[in-house]
């Protein structure tokens, strides 16, 4: 097939929106500001839901009718930071080379949203029969935070979206399903003493080292009996230990330590479970030394979680969406998406499908081909098409 480009409209918007700074440490108000003014223009009303400190929002706009279902775009206006990267330009300044548009968010996942932007005016224009929702969120890339409270708002509408699609890069490949994620951090409490009388102290350290060392044996546990999906890369649900903390100096026996871990779960494993292994992993190590050092404690505080996606492959999404990005076959990818609190909070069957690929994610130099815009845009204007008339 001949590869089209974008239209200048996507180019215009997706520069705009590189040049907004929107880390997730920073607001992305001025980005949402420029939508939600860019919307109105074209007659589009959007409402906003804000963080606690209103310095961050999520933007949810329908176009036609709201009492029927439709069809949810849904995106991040977030992006990683690029502390510490080699840039070889301004990562907030897009710059056009080769047929690639290069700036952070090019990919993951600005290209997307400039796509739909690009679109709402010729939806307006359309006498659509079904709705296109618009589903912008913050704070995405630190633990798919604040699209949880436009779903709170979305959970009481009296109609939902019949389809969610999540516009991740997939390179416009169709992908049902990602695994969930779950993220934890040990505390271990031991007790403090000189080194030279090291045995009389209860090390904090150790006490770290045997809950890792039972994490690690709960691993080979889920190679060997745990569900297997081979559609991932990583056939199975894994658990990893990211970042440990303890000790002060050589000649102390360390009273704390703490560790951070994470459980990357396949549908068929529930994280709650393999948690609760990990918690009376931890309640025995603690058993064995509390006769001796009675405040012996480690606790384990769950800070981050969100589901995993499982949409079947029969799904009616599946071969609506497959239809409009004239794809054939699904895929399973390997990173998380907002998508699994649509499924599992809203009902909503969902699928991730957007241009350019995670293969840029979060790198320097991050870019996205015109090629994917082009297909994108041509995705879209499918999708009008097919809510129109
Ligand atoms: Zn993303």
Redesign the pocket.
């Known amino acids: 097939m001949a590869s089209e480009g974008p239209s200048p409209e996507t180019i215009e918007l997706l520069e705009r929106l590189i040049g907004f700074p929107t880390v997730s440490r920073d607001s992305n108000l001025q980005l949402i500001e420029f939508v939600r003014a860019y919307l109105d223009e074209h007659a589009i009303a959007s409402t906003l839901t804000h963080n606690d400190e209103r310095t961050k929002a999520n933007l949810h706009a329908v176009i036609g009718p709201s009492d029927v279902p439709g069809v949810m775009l849904s995106g991040?206006t977030d992006v990683v930071p690029v502390d510490g990267q080699d840039w070889s330009s301004d990562p907030f300044s897009m710059r056009r080379a080769a047929g690639a548009c290069y700036g952070r968010g090019t990919a993951?996942?600005k290209g997307f949203i400039a796509c739909v932007l690009a679109m709402a005016p010729h939806a307006v224009g359309r006498e659509l029969t079904r709705p296109i929702h618009i589903a912008l969120s913050y704070d995405?890339?630190i633990g798919c935070i604040g699209v949880r409270r436009m779903i709170d708002v979305l959970e009481h509408a009296p109609v939902r979206p019949a389809f969610c699609i999540v516009g991740?890069p997939t390179e416009m490949a169709v992908a049902i399903a990602h695994k969930g994620k779950t993220g934890a951090l040990g505390i271990c409490h031991g007790v403090s003493a000189h080194s030279a009388l090291a045995p009389t102290g209860l090390n904090a350290i150790y006490l770290a080292g045997e809950l890792i060392a039972a994490i690690r044996a709960m691993q080979d546990e889920l190679i060997a009996a745990g569900g297997h999906d081979p559609a991932y890369a990583v056939p199975y649900t894994s658990l990893h230990v990211g970042v440990i903390a303890g000790g002060t100096q050589l000649n102390i026996v360390p009273n704390r330590c703490t560790f951070e871990f994470e459980i990357r779960n396949i549908a068929k494993d529930a994280p709650g479970e393999i948690m609760a292994r990990v918690r009376a992993q931890a309640d025995k190590i603690v058993e064995r030394h509390r006769g001796e050092f009675p405040d012996c404690r480690i606790d384990i505080e769950v800070f981050n979680e969100y589901p995993g996606l499982d949409t079947s492959p029969e799904d009616e999404v599946v071969a609506f969406v497959k239809s409009l990005a004239n794809a054939n076959d699904h895929i399973k990818v390997a990173?998380g998406?907002e998508g699994g609190l649509f499924q599992q909070r809203l009902g909503v069957p969902t699928v991730v499908c957007g241009p350019g690929s995670m293969e840029q994610?979060h790198k320097p130099d991050e870019f996205i081909t015109e090629e994917q815009l082009g297909r994108c845009d041509r995705f879209l204007a499918a999708l009008v098409d097919r809510l129109s008339g």
Request: charged share 45%.
């Open positions: 991040h993951d996942m995405e890339e991740e990173f998406t994610g």
